[in-house]
């Protein structure tokens, strides 16, 4: 069966819901983000953009290029609800869908021509989310993922919908800048473009193997994209609820030191874990299993993150509440819950570039050579003290669902 896969795109998502909350910002120019020369920008209105103002730009130069602009905080709870709202809406029209962030869905319409035509169906679904809701959206549709979403670019410079024919894909792709193709950063665009390799077109016509060669096995992949050719399919999305990680002693222990260093371990790994799967949580938990297998939880409501040295100090004073120093201790847990999709891997409102920096460096340690290749000091000691219990090593799943505290 031909495959019709649809990309729907919530424009300027942050600055939308914050227009909802006041319509006095209608027409303005908006920055979203930490107001502090160490800030980023996490979102930003066309209104700033036609500046040169971009997301993820420093705040400080955000304002060098956009005086005029005002500038908010940002509220990540908000945000989410919304992003839930609209994932609702989908979720009862549609037969299959992806999220893919916090405001980006796919969506395969497959086989919806024998009943109402897929055209019809994107057509209404962006109307019928933008009345339910009020935030406006573009969406682009095509037979794949990678062409879809270049399309959703497209559709946002127009009347919001665009459509590439089968058979078209390659031509459609053809005159655009290589950093149009998903998957090609700024490493990868500059090395192409010392070869000469600016335009899509070029890269279409360049032999597989070379891009072999240049790119390894990223390479390949990247070559059938500037092609039109995408074959990875629309995965249906279930919202997972928590993840978790235990930690059982080989001997009942009361070493404090030791037990906070444990602590600290599990939680940065969990964090790491969220990160990865771009994932927030707003619920912390500590786990605590006495030697006569007494057994006592205890958690906090916070609001959405992913951050070490945000979640790190929640799970200490847990522990601290729940500890009992006249008692052995032969368990420790840690489970983060309440988990909701996040286009940000950190809380761009409030943490400095610097950070942000510093979050992404680590993670790319860890992806590269292991989840604890990098950690702090005080969890160092973990290994030695105690048997894991651990959700994320071997083949494991990234995220655990429901996992039972």
């Known amino acids: 069966m031909d495959r019709t896969i649809l990309h729907l795109d919530l424009n300027t998502f942050f600055v939308s819901v914050e227009r909802l909350r006041e319509p006095k910002l209608n027409g303005k120019s908006l920055l979203i983000g930490a107001d502090s020369d160490r800030g980023v920008v996490a979102s930003c209105s066309y209104e700033a953009r036609a500046y040169g103002v971009r997301s993820a730009m420093p705040m400080k130069m955000a304002k060098q290029l956009c005086p005029e602009a005002i500038i908010l905080r940002g509220d ?75 399309a959703t670019g497209e559709a946002k410079n127009g009347a919001g919908e665009w459509y590439v024919e089968r058979g078209t894909e390659k031509p459609f792709l053809a005159p655009m800048p290589i950093e149009r193709i998903p998957g090609v950063g700024e490493k990868t665009a500059h090395l192409l473009r010392s070869m000469g390799v600016a ?36 995965t249906a999305w279930h919202e997972r609820k928590s993840i978790s990680t235990e930690r059982t002693f080989e001997r009942d222990t009361i070493d404090a030191v030791k037990l906070k260093g444990m602590l600290t371990a599990m939680a940065e790994s969990l ?35 992913a951050c070490d040295h945000i979640l790190l100090p929640i799970v200490q004073d847990l522990f601290r509440t729940l500890y009992d120093r006249r ?11 309440h988990l909701v ?18 979050y992404q460096a680590m993670d790319k340690i860890r992806k ?38």
């Open 368 to 405: 590269r050579f292991g989840d604890r290749t990098v950690m702090r000091a005080a969890g160092m000691g973990a290994r030695s003290i105690g048997r894991m219990d651990d959700p994320f090593d071997g083949q494991a799943p990234v995220l655990l669902a429901n996992r039972r505290a």
């Open 76 to 150: 990540s709870g908000a945000y989410l609800k919304k992003s839930d709202e609209v994932t609702e809406i989908i979720r009862a029209h549609v037969p299959l869908f992806e999220k893919s962030s916090v405001d980006e869905f796919y969506v395969d319409l497959s086989g919806t021509d024998k009943f109402h035509g897929s055209r019809k169906l994107a057509a209404e679904l962006r109307q019928l989310i933008i009345k339910e809701s009020g935030l406006p959206n573009s969406f682009g549709m095509s037979t794949n993922k990678t062409v879809s979403k270049v």
């Open 271 to 305: 964090a790491f874990q969220l990160r990865k799967g771009q994932k927030l949580t707003s619920c912390v938990a500590v786990k605590i299993r006495y030697a006569d297998f007494n057994t006592h939880l205890k958690q906090q409501r916070i609001g959405y993150t």
């Open 199 to 234: 335009k899509i077109h070029t890269m279409q016509e360049l032999p597989i193997d070379l891009m072999q060669r240049l790119l390894g096995e990223h390479g390949p992949l990247l070559w059938r994209k500037a092609n039109g050719i995408d074959d990875s399919p629309v």
């Open 327 to 337: 008692q052995r201790i032969r368990l420790v847990g840690v489970r983060f819950s």
């Open 341 to 358: 999709g996040g286009g940000h891997q950190m809380d761009a409102f409030t943490d400095t570039e610097e950070a942000m920096n510093l």
